[in-house]
């Protein structure tokens, strides 16, 4: 009996090492995705519920619709993929500052400097789309570096700096748009790429007349790429390490020699470059137009926070986390007309609130594993020890010691 359990408990213990932090990651992210779109078809039965006529084959309808559309065709596979390069990219921009410790809820704000420079570049300067994608990226980085400055040199919480600089990036883009008459046909949109620089464009490599759609370009491919490399930049440089080092623990890693505040700044200007590259890469594919608002802000770098929680701040999981985002709002775009457009991002915000809930779930079950690791290796190291060494040995009787007279005592 005892060496079954010996033999069972070894087992256990192996399989609970195997699990480790990435399989943990990945089965709370997917639980999270499943209970979401769960509560996601609830909503639809409860929204058949209170209607006037009502037909329960609806919600089944536009549930499969929403998990089937965006690979059902391969125009609705392209415009996934046109859809997720942005979204990668702001996902990238808030993960990369989560590594850290900081929290860039400003990646709107970056996003919206970055495609609107990238515009000027494009149309004002007429520069091809390289150099175009290179002044986003200064200039997101540009706004990144602001709320940086202020966290690492006054201790400025980057989440009240971020918020502002966002309506203060859109205001900023207002007031140039409508000080550059050269940018816009319209008070309100500005010209197309196609008739103002062409060379603007990114290219689509003949893949557009081939497939015959307007959503093809290589945007996709740079994001990856820009994925790829932040991965190689966390986890094969030092760089990398001092700025997980500084998400940790900042006070630990200073004692440790780590300059924090170098890293601070370093790590926005990164993320606000990110950010900003994912904006050029939206308004440089010629299918949009930047369209002036006094009252909304781009959702593109909100929509990057659930990408980032989704994918635990990791890069290689940011594009799955991307391409799954895409997919559902390609697919709620064939739920219409049974439901409307806002019935979509409610799904989308469910989901959102319950990545958010998988950062609590994936520390609950590390909690777990590892309390159950600890009791099976003190059983373990308790059947190892032989029973005889268990038992504390007994002790002899102690002879009385008699000290022998001396010859004058007895003499005496």
């Known amino acids: 009996m005892m060496a079954l359990f010996k ?11 195997e699990l480790s932090d990435k399989k943990v990651t990945i ?39 929403l ?113 550059n008459p050269g940018i816009y046909l319209t008070p309100e949109r500005t010209t197309a790429l196609a008739s103002a620089n062409p060379s603007a464009i990114l290219p689509d490599l003949g893949l ?3 497939l015959n759609s307007s959503y093809v370009n290589i945007g996709i491919f740079i994001a990856i790429l820009f994925a790829i490399l932040i991965y190689i930049i966390m986890e094969k440089t030092t760089f990398g390490f001092e700025i997980k080092a500084c998400g940790h623990n900042k006070n630990a890693s200073v004692y440790a020699g780590i300059k924090a505040k170098r890293t601070i700044i370093y790590t926005m200007l990164i993320s606000g470059a990110l950010a900003g590259v994912g904006g050029g890469i939206q308004f440089l594919s ?20 659930p990408v980032a929680l989704l994918a635990f701040s990791n890069p ?16 709620g775009e064939n739920m219409q007309p049974i439901y409307s457009s806002e019935m979509v991002n409610v799904i989308l915000a469910v989901i959102i609130y319950f990545s958010a809930f998988s950062l609590i779930l994936s520390q609950f079950i590390r909690k777990r594993l590892n309390m159950r690791s600890i009791d099976l290796e003190i059983a373990a190291n308790r059947l190892e020890t032989p029973l005889e060494e268990n038992i504390p040995p007994k002790e002899e009787p102690v002879e009385p010691v008699i000290e022998k007279s001396s010859k004058k005592e007895v003499e005496k």
């Open 7 to 17: 033999k069972n408990s070894t087992a256990e213990l192996k399989t609970i090492k």
């Open 27 to 65: 089965i709370s992210s997917v639980s999270s995705i499943f209970v979401g779109l769960l509560f996601g078809l609830v909503i639809l039965f409860i929204i058949e519920i209170i209607k006037e006529y009502s037909d329960f084959t609806n919600p089944f309808y536009g549930f499969v619709n």
């Open 67 to 179: 998990m089937t559309s965006g690979i059902s065709s391969i125009g609705n596979i392209l415009k996934l993929l046109y859809k997720a390069a942005p979204l990668m990219m702001t996902g990238l921009a808030i993960g990369f500052a989560f590594k850290a410790g900081l929290f860039n809820i400003g990646a709107t704000g970056q996003y919206t400097v970055g495609a609107f420079f990238a515009l000027i570049a494009a149309i004002l300067w007429q520069f091809p789309w390289w150099a175009a994608l290179i002044v986003a990226m200064i200039t997101g980085a540009l706004w990144g570096f602001i709320p940086g400055l202020f966290k690492a040199i006054f201790n400025i919480n980057e989440v009240i700096t971020t918020i502002m600089l966002n309506w203060t990036a859109l205001f900023f883009v207002n007031l140039l748009f409508y000080n």
């Open 208 to 210: 557009k007349v081939a």
């Open 286 to 305: 010629g299918t949009v137009q930047y369209t002036v608002s006094n009252t909304t802000l781009m959702p593109m770098g909100f929509n990057g926070i």
């Open 316 to 331: 290689i999981g940011i594009i799955f986390s991307s391409l799954f985002i895409s997919f559902l709002q390609v697919g």
